[in-house]
Every structure is written in C-alpha cells, then in structure tokens.
C-alpha cells in the first residue's frame, strides 16, 4: 500500500524544513507505514517528497530493495562509514554518515516525531542539521483515517478475534463450581489456561498473540492486570483480547466480561450500568463529533448514577478510570484519543469503545466494541453478543 | 530482582549528573530492567540514587505501587498536572509536571539512554534541565551480565526453544517428495505450517511467539526473511525460534538448518564449513577473549575457504553478511556484540553463536547456539543435535 502522504507534505511546509525523518525498527508503527518496509533494527527513512531509506548494516539491504516501497534504499557505505570508522567511534561514524546522506539530498533541516532518539538528533544537530520535533506527530496522524483496504485488515483481525473469545466462552460454559473454584473436567480452570485456548485460537487464525487479559476478582479489578491463577464462580470475569494479524501487522481489540454462575447485585448493577455507558458512547459516535463528546456520553452515564470518573474526580483510583477508547489500527492503541483530549472524528477512524468499572472490593467489568467511523455514522466491526452470564 | 545499579552509580559521577533518566514504556528492556515494572505506555523512570516512577495516567498507578521495585511511584496529579493543562497544551503540561518531579528532587542534570524521545529531552532542556546522552547505554551494559536468576530464565526459554524445535523436525521427517514439494499425509507442507506447529508448542510452554524463521531456497539466502509458502525436498530449511517467556521476560534463540531428502553437493560443503566455524567460534568463547576475536574465528574459516566475508568485503551481498553473534536476555538481541566491535566477554554474558552463509543461487545455512560465559570458558545452554540432514 502506498500511503496519501500530502498531509505531510503540508507539514513540512507549515515547519520550513526540507524533510521528515524516522530512526526506528518497523516496530514503531510510524516507520513501518511511512518506510512500507518489515525489519527487526532500527533504521533511517528520509522522506522529502519522496521516501528514501537508509541502513547501517548489510543485512536488510536486498529485502528492503524488493519490498519496500521506497524511491531509493541505500547503506551508509554508500557514504563513506568504513572510512569514517577508522577516524571516529561507530555511534559518531554513523551520525556523520547519515549527515552525508541528507546533504546528498540537499536536506538541511528536519521535522521528526516526539520520540525520535535524542542521540541522532543531537549528532545531527552537531553535523549543521536543524532538527525540530513535529509535535503533532503528522504521520501518526495520517495513520488514524484508514483506507478501504486498511478497515479490511482491521475487520479480518477482529474475525479472528471472535473466534477466540467464542473459544473462551465456550471454555467457560463447560465449567462447574466446585467451593470457590470454577473445574472443567475435573481440572481447576486458570486464567491461564483460559489464554493457552484464545491464544492457540488467534495462531491458528493468523494473528499473533500480543497480550490477553483474563481477569477475575481484584486483579480484574486493575484494567492492566493480565490475569492469573485459578478463576471463580460468580465473580465477574474480563476477557479482553487484542491480537495482531501477522501478514497484515493490523490489529483488533474487543473486551466482554462472564460471569460464570450468578452475579452479586452490584455487579450486575456495574454491567448494566456500564452497557448504558457502551450504548451511549456508541449513539455519539458520528463525523463530526469529538473523542471528548463520545467520551463525555460515557461519563455522564456514569456519574449520574453516583460513581466517580477521572472527569469528575482526577485523583480517583475507583469507579471508570481510563478513557472511553482509542484508534486501532497497526497500533493497538493509536490515534484518535477517544478521551478528554480527543479532537474530531472523521470517516474512517477506527476506535474503540470501552467504558469500564473497577474496585478491588468489587472487582471489574468493562464492555468494549471495535467501530469504523463512517461518513453518516459509524459502522460496529464487533459481532459478538453482549451479556455478562454465560448460562 | 533487584538490579546492582553500582555501574550507573559510577557513570552518574562520571557524566558530573544528578540522575538517570528513562522515558520508555515497558517494551524497552532498560525501562524494565531500571524501572522493574511491566506497563504498555510510556512512563517516566528517574534513578538519583534510588529508583522513582512517574506516570502520566492513573491506569498503572496502583499496580505499580504494587508490584515494581521502585522507591517512590508518583502521578503527575501529584505535580500540578491539572492546573498546567488550564494553561498549556497537553505535551507542554507533561513536561512542565516532569520538571516539578525532577525538582523535587533537586535533579537538575540527567544522562538518558540514546534513544531517549527527543521530545522529551528538548522540552526538559527548555526548562532549565540539563540533559545529555548516555553514549555508553550503562543500564543496557549492566544488563549484559546476567545473575545466576538470569541464566536460569534463559534456559527454561531454551528448553522451551528445544521442544519447539524438535516439534518442527518431526513434522520435516514425516514429510515425502512430490516433485518439487513436500507432502505430510497428502498434505503440501508450507512455512507457515511448520511456525505453526513451533508456535503452538512454544505457546503450550509458556513462550510468546515472535516472529519465526522457516526459510526455504531464496527465501533462506535473506537472513532475516520469514519464510513462506511450500518447503521443497533436497533443498536447506533454516528454522530460527527465538521466543521469549512470558513470565519471565528472558529470550533464547536457536538455528538449525535441515535438509529432507539429498542435498546438493554444494550445500553439504556450506553446511560443512558452517559447522566448522561455529565450532572455531565457540572454541573461542572464554572471559578475556573479546567479542572481536569469536567473530574473527569463524571469518577465519569462512575466507581460509574462499568464501566472502562482510570482514574482507564490506558491500558483499553472499557469504557471511552478518555477526558470529549477539547477547540474548530481556531483549533478544541485546549487548555484548560478537562482531567486528565487540568488546571483552565476561563471566555471565548470554551470547548467541550463529555463523552462515547466503547466497540466492544455493540458499541459505545457519546453525545457532547459546551460551553463557563462565568464569572458565563457556556453557553451551543448547541439548539439541546438529545436523543437516532429516533422515
């Protein structure tokens, strides 16, 4: 796919520098986008209306040529490194390459994302190279509106991703009580292996396993406590899986909460209380609307019913205590900020959206779908029923 | 764990700073090697002589308090976070929050990793805060050494890393020609299905899955490609498993390079030659020896033979185009470097030993060990046979 990069062309201009400039692994999301290319180490991608990458070593240099989209992929022995190495250390060998690089194509001043490593900026600095920080991280921001070809990679993920929370339903539904116990066929049945079942299931569809969160009781009662040890009966229980698609790198992200038995009142109070915030977050979701106005919906649900919000209550450590959502897309937290600070939203951001309850006296229960925003609404990717006991 | 922090004590004097400093989330492996706390965003970790953590956001706030090694773990609620932002933009308030932290504790000057965010480094700079790289990375130095808890993480991950292995060559012996392909039960046997059944076996240890290396034909003479689609008789497999245990945090890595069926006379002799370097190379491993001298073992071999080198042909693009090896520990590919610049090995240094030769004619031949220097030589944390040929 190449990228509609003319936001970042507007960019540069609005920053009078001649060209923006990525130094990271295609891990950084940013890079891999704008460089087209897959590799484990970090490497340079200029981009100063065409996209121009550069390495440090030998060993991506073949493979960057054929897959990459990039106008030209070059090594720094191409400028001169095995020379600079006998007069320098490699770390200023490489910035003094890398300068020459950028005044091979009259590139004297720069533009660079809030994390660019400060090491190469400084080396730059030193080399001449004015180097400013793009505060509103342009590429990222190109990112959040996803092409037709994106929402799919996005909706193949999120596919998967139902299989694997089906695959940990159905787990759940052949477990009994036994005391304070949930045991499947005789075995105590664990967070873990609730995980082994979703993760072996995402594999099995092509997405690699980040992280999964099976959490009961007070761990699911912290919203980033993965989970462990032995799950119980009638306590809510947090599944809230988020995997990446290996060919396309595309993440989804869904979150539903069992309960295996019967719920204690106030926390079948906290779901459907927090299935109203999920339809309210919902209905404001449109072009148009700000993150803050679909968060905000949430919260007033919430706090209209008496329980505190980081809104109402910046300090709380109980109650809905992170944001509404956040894009997804080859970050599985990405813009836009579905959150206090959130700007507009526009047809084809893809967010999340799950507000969420949590007390360790209580525990945890979140509600969390996957959503496209469309041109007259939004369209939910999510196809996954919502309801908190698993009969 | 806690860390022995002595060496950054030293390097703080030697720098003339009041503090190190991390801007990280808990991916970096410095950030959670320093901070001892495992977190999906980025947080603030300040070393003056004891570890503290800021967080932006309340989300990991309680956890943390909780579960890191850390001193003091603080908010930057705690830092007049909420009044900056009535007059500042979000990015700005952090910064001026993170100022207040580090005046609290009367940190005026820090040394930060080299890829520590430049925004950050500009925007504490603007306040008055001295900030200057740390070119040496200490903490990722200090983390080359490994305690004997270390050593015993990576190799729980190894024997994960050898069951997975032994998994992939089974499936390889099961496999029949048919023509150019491989068949198991009637079956085409693909790259992809044999990742899949490493990843599952790595995933029923407790091992999350990076990526992994199945690699056929030309495929194979790329190093670092992945591998797809039909493996074919006759023709080197490279399979490279570097999973990572999940609770642990700690890497291992392993190459082997099988062959079903009769390989071609040329791909013996490479097969041959690459046993022998890696023999050279681990023959070399001891405290003293450095880095350099492991890799020039197994260049020597490679040229003696006629064969290219990056060493006596830096733009080469066949032959031995990477490092004899690398450290593996919280990061799979970490310090010391067992290349042209790497320096001294010492008695708890994790290194990877993995000469091989490419060529997009022939394919591709790598075989792996890992070993952990001792205070006599070297233990090889690898049980698994080497040899090329599936019988």
Redesign the interface.
């Known amino acids: 796919m190449d990228p509609d990069l003319s936001q970042l062309d507007e960019r540069l201009a609005d920053h009078d520098v001649d060209g923006y400039l990525i130094d990271a692994a295609s891990e950084d999301a940013d890079q891999y986008y704008l460089s087209g290319f897959d590799?484990?180490?970090?490497f340079l991608t200029l981009y100063d209306g065409s996209v121009r990458l550069l390495f440090t070593?030998?060993?991506?240099?073949?493979?960057a040529k054929r897959e990459s989209h990039a106008k030209t992929v070059e090594?720094l022995?191409d400028y001169g490194y095995?020379d600079l190495l006998d007069s320098y250390d490699?770390?200023e060998a490489v910035v003094r390459g890398r300068a020459a690089f950028l005044d091979a194509y009259d590139v004297e001043s720069v533009a660079?994302p809030?994390?660019?490593?400060?090491?190469?900026?400084?080396g730059l600095r030193e080399q001449g190279v004015d180097?400013v920080?793009d505060?509103s991280e342009t590429v990222t921001e190109i990112r959040a509106s996803k092409t037709d070809e994106e929402i799919e990679h996005v909706r193949a993920a999120q596919e998967a991703n139902e299989a694997a929370m089906q695959a940990a339903e159905d787990l759940l539904r052949r477990a009994d009580a036994d005391g304070d116990r949930l045991v499947v066929d005789g075995e105590v049945l664990t967070s873990e292996w609730v995980k082994?079942t979703i993760?072996?299931t995402l594999?099995?569809h092509g997405c690699?396993?980040d992280?999964t969160i099976v959490a009961c009781g007070a761990d699911a009662a912290?919203?980033?406590?993965r989970g462990s040890g032995p799950l119980e009966p009638d306590e809510p229980i947090i599944v809230d899986i988020f995997p990446r698609d290996?060919a396309t790198k595309y993440h989804a992200d869904m979150t539903r909460t069992f309960c295996a038995g019967e719920p204690d009142p106030e926390v079948r109070e906290w779901y459907d209380l927090t299935e109203r915030a999920y339809r309210a977050a919902l209905d404001a979701v449109e072009p148009g609307a700000t993150g803050k106005d679909v968060h905000d919906a949430a919260c007033d649900v919430y706090e209209d019913a008496g329980l505190p919000t980081?809104r109402n209550d910046?300090?709380?450590?109980t109650g809905f205590?992170?944001s509404t959502g956040h894009g997804v897309g080859l970050d599985v937290?990405e813009l836009p900020r579905i959150a206090p600070?959130g700007g507009e939203l526009e047809p084809g951001h893809v967010i999340t959206i799950e507000p969420g309850l949590y007390d360790p006296d209580v525990g945890g229960v979140r509600i969390e779908d996957l959503v496209v925003v469309t041109e007259d609404g939004h369209e939910n990717l999510t196809d996954y029923p919502v309801s908190l006991v698993v009969e």
Chains 1, 2 share one sequence.
């Open positions: 590799a484990p180490d970090p070593r030998s060993l991506e240099f073949g493979r090594r022995t095995d490699p770390a660079a809030p994390r660019f490593p400060l090491q190469t900026a400084d180097v920080v505060d082994e993760e072996v594999l099995r690699a396993l992280e912290d919203p980033h406590d290996k980081l910046p300090s709380t450590e205590i992170h937290h600070d």
